[in-house]
Structure formats: C-alpha cells, structure tokens
C-alpha cells in the first residue's frame, strides 16, 4: 500500500495537524535567530512556541477525534528535525557536546528508517513510545536551558535526559522487531 493511499487530502486541514506544520515552518526562523548571538532572546522564544505546538496536536487531535495517518507520520518527523536541528545549531554556537547531537541523529534516523520499513513491509503506522515522548520532552528542556545559560545550565539537565534517550533507544528497537517478527504492535 503507498503512503498515497493512507493520508486523506482533508487531514491537511485538521487543525492539530495545521499545528505540527506551522513547527515545521517556523524551523528555519528558530534555527536563523539560534545562530545569532545578540538574537538568542527571539530564539528562545521560538524554540517554546515550536514545542508547546507538540505539547498541544496529541491531545488536540484526540479530542476532537481527528487523530490522522498525516499527524502519526509527520509529528514525529516535525520533532525529530526540531531537536536534532536545535542539537546541531547548540552544539555549533552554545557548547552542547557533539557526542549528544550524534546520538540524537543517530537515534533519530534509525526509529525513522525503522517506521519507514514497517510502514513499507507491513503497511503500518507505528506510533511513538513513552519513552520517545518523555526523551522529545526531556530534549527540549535541555535545548532551551541551553540556549539560555549554555553548558553551565543545560548539562546537568542532558545527562538527566539521557534515562529516557537511552529507554527509548532499546524501546523502539525491540518494537520494531516485535512488529517485524509477527505483525502487531
């Protein structure tokens, strides 16, 4: 079955969808005004509104009955891009450890590769773990604790944030032989 055959045109229009795409759009500004120094203010800022955007499509969907395959595909892409992206830009302008960033896309790219895969072979959604959710959470606290006192205030906080990064790499992992194994989530 082709991605084509499973996302409805109208989901487009849902507005917990209208939510995760306006995170996607507001990406290149946040990462822009990260870059800038005398703008870190403006980045912060951002940075919240593109996450409390997160926060607020799951449960938005939720109620209002609109849960969509365009949301379960493209929230997870929209966060993975917002915090790697974030990771790559802090560790280029505010002392986040490289070794992190690389982990995140490390990470990142396989639980996409993986969805992609079964999503191909099985013609399934899988949709995000506990501990994907708690690690996107934990992630953003670090990106912003960063971003506003750098390594002093968001270190601490990235070591406590990779519990949940480490849970959700082993997570996702026997998920996704579970699913590949015998079909079900």
Do not use: C
């Amino acid at each position: 079955m082709a991605l084509r055959d499973l996302i409805q045109p109208r989901e487009l229009l849902y507005p917990s969808n209208l939510l995760t795409i306006s995170r996607i759009l507001l990406l290149p500004a946040t990462i822009y005004y990260m870059q800038r120094s005398d703008r870190r203010q403006r980045a912060l800022v951002l940075l919240a509104i593109t996450m409390l955007t997160d926060a607020l499509d799951g449960p938005l969907a939720r109620r209002r009955g609109e849960v969509s395959k365009l949301g379960q595909i493209l929230d997870p892409i929209a966060d993975k891009v917002l915090i790697d992206s974030a990771a790559v830009m802090l560790s280029r302008t505010r002392g986040f450890p490289w070794w992190a960033t690389g982990l995140l896309i490390f990470r990142d790219v396989g639980i996409l590769l993986a969805g992609l895969i079964v999503l191909r072979r099985k013609a399934h959604i899988t949709t995000a773990a506990s501990s994907g959710k708690l690690t996107t959470l934990a992630m953003t606290i670090v990106a912003l604790l960063y971003l506003a006192g750098g390594p002093r205030w968001g270190k601490p906080a990235l070591y406590i944030a990779l519990i949940p990064f480490s849970l959700s790499f082993v997570q996702y992992g026997w998920r996704f032989l579970r699913i590949m194994r015998s079909g079900d989530e």
